[in-house]
């Protein structure tokens, strides 16, 4: 029975699949016919409003043809004429994930970016927007590490990848006085937010994680398992700017944890610090001694990222204007 649901689960997902890649391609062919009346019969011939009324009298029982949302159709038609998104086909995203990522992303490379990770991971278009609102392109790899010299070249980017910096705990609702204990208690309160901060492939293992080592004791502030890398990863929150002693402090953990807990087919314990502030030369130079892999990064409890995209993200406003050929959304 078990394997029969299976079956029938599999089956669904793949006709579910199957219905939306049909419907993006229609929605597609729709953009480009929008895009051709346009060109013949001028902006001002009011073509969309005028299509919009056809179909809905044609089609009353069908969604989605709205004037709003044929505009979406021609942007979508413009900007990816091929059906792909980068390198991505667009059709193996939802619609309005595809609509999430022309109207609020001003550039292919990003959408391109952002399309593949919606795709691996299976992003809701909830997620996608919080991604692209907390700018996880340009977070997503940047941290401070010594994976290359201590990992096998294919964990190495993995893991590399696995880290971001700054990381970002403004779901607390934490001021920056708060200390260590406090906004470890935060982020167990709040574990989904935290988990989804992290990125995929973490599993929850512990908070102060009792260790014991010839008679004492040593707690981990946060124990993780990592099921892509397929090994531990011990997470030390530092309430204070980076100093080369706390990675000293991690490495240790990391050797009682491979020592202690990590099974014989499990990989390297990795190790990450979390610090208020990090100066990234200091960290460069305080790693590079380490003999276990580990990275450190910033968090930040108020949000403050570099301000590439302040300016208001295209409204539907905007792209009539393109449409009209008045003024470009690409970096505006």
């Given at each position: 029975?078990?394997?029969?649901?299976?079956?029938?689960?599999?089956?669904?997902?793949?006709?579910?699949?199957?219905?939306?890649?049909?419907?993006?391609?229609?929605?597609?062919?729709?953009?480009?016919?929008?895009?051709?009346?346009?060109?013949?019969?001028?902006?001002?011939?009011?073509?969309?409003?005028?299509?919009?009324?056809?179909?809905?009298?044609?089609?009353?029982?069908?969604?989605?043809?709205?004037?709003?949302?044929?505009?979406?159709?021609?942007?979508?038609?413009?900007?990816?004429?091929?059906?792909?998104?980068?390198?991505?086909?667009?059709?193996?995203?939802?619609?309005?994930?595809?609509?999430?990522?022309?109207?609020?992303?001003?550039?292919?490379?990003?959408?391109?970016?952002?399309?593949?990770?919606?795709?691996?991971?299976?992003?809701?278009?909830?997620?996608?927007?919080?991604?692209?609102?907390?700018?996880?392109?340009?977070?997503?790899?940047?941290?401070?590490?010594?994976?290359?010299?201590?990992?096998?070249?294919?964990?190495?980017?993995?893991?590399?990848?696995?880290?971001?910096?700054?990381?970002?705990?403004?779901?607390?609702?934490?001021?920056?006085?708060?200390?260590?204990?406090?906004?470890?208690?935060?982020?167990?309160?709040?574990?989904?937010?935290?988990?989804?901060?992290?990125?995929?492939?973490?599993?929850?293992?512990?908070?102060?994680?009792?260790?014991?080592?010839?008679?004492?004791e040593f707690f981990i502030d946060l124990l993780f398992y990592h099921t892509r890398l397929k090994c531990y990863v011990v997470v030390e929150l530092k309430a204070t700017a980076f100093q080369p002693e706390h990675a000293g402090q991690l490495n240790?953990?990391?050797?009682?944890?491979?020592?202690?807990?990590?099974?014989?087919?499990?990989?390297?314990?990795?190790?990450?610090?979390?610090?208020?502030?990090?100066?990234?030369?200091?960290?460069?130079?305080?790693?590079?001694?380490?003999?276990?892999?580990?990275?450190?990064?910033?968090?930040?409890?108020?949000?403050?990222?570099?301000?590439?995209?302040?300016?208001?993200?295209?409204?539907?406003?905007?792209?009539?204007?393109?449409?009209?050929?008045?003024?470009?959304?690409?970096?505006?």
């Open positions: 029975m078990a394997q029969l649901k299976g079956q029938i689960a599999q089956a669904r997902q793949r006709a579910a699949l199957a219905v939306n890649a049909e419907l993006v391609q229609l929605y597609g062919r729709i953009g480009r016919e929008i895009l051709q009346r346009q060109q013949t019969k001028g902006w001002g011939a009011k073509v969309v409003d005028r299509l919009a009324r056809d179909l809905k009298d044609a089609f009353p029982d069908m969604r989605g043809f709205s004037t709003r949302n044929l505009k979406y159709m021609a942007f979508f038609a413009q900007h990816c004429p091929d059906g792909l998104i980068g390198q991505q086909p667009a059709a193996q995203l939802p619609w309005f994930h595809i609509v999430t990522l022309l109207t609020q992303l001003g550039s292919t490379p990003e959408r391109a970016w952002y399309a593949a990770q919606a795709v691996q991971h299976g992003w809701s278009r909830t997620t996608l927007v919080q991604q692209i609102k907390h700018q996880l392109h340009l977070r997503q790899g940047a941290a401070v590490t010594n994976f290359e010299a201590r990992l096998p070249a294919l964990d190495s980017a993995l893991a590399r990848d696995m880290l971001k910096d700054p990381y970002l705990f403004d779901f607390l609702g934490l001021g920056d006085e708060a200390q260590e204990r406090e906004i470890e208690s935060g982020l167990i309160r709040h574990i989904t937010r935290f988990l989804l901060e992290l990125g995929a492939g973490f599993a929850f293992v512990g908070r102060q994680y009792r260790l014991e080592v010839a008679g004492d240790f953990y990391l050797a009682a944890v491979d020592a202690q807990i990590k099974a014989p087919d499990d990989k390297p314990t990795i190790g990450l610090l979390l610090c208020k502030q990090q100066n990234r030369l200091v960290a460069e130079y305080a790693l590079s001694g380490i003999d276990k892999p580990m990275g450190v990064a910033e968090y930040q409890l108020l949000r403050d990222l570099p301000a590439r995209l302040e300016h208001s993200l295209p409204s539907i406003a905007d792209i009539e204007a393109e449409l009209a050929g008045e003024r470009g959304v690409e970096g505006v």
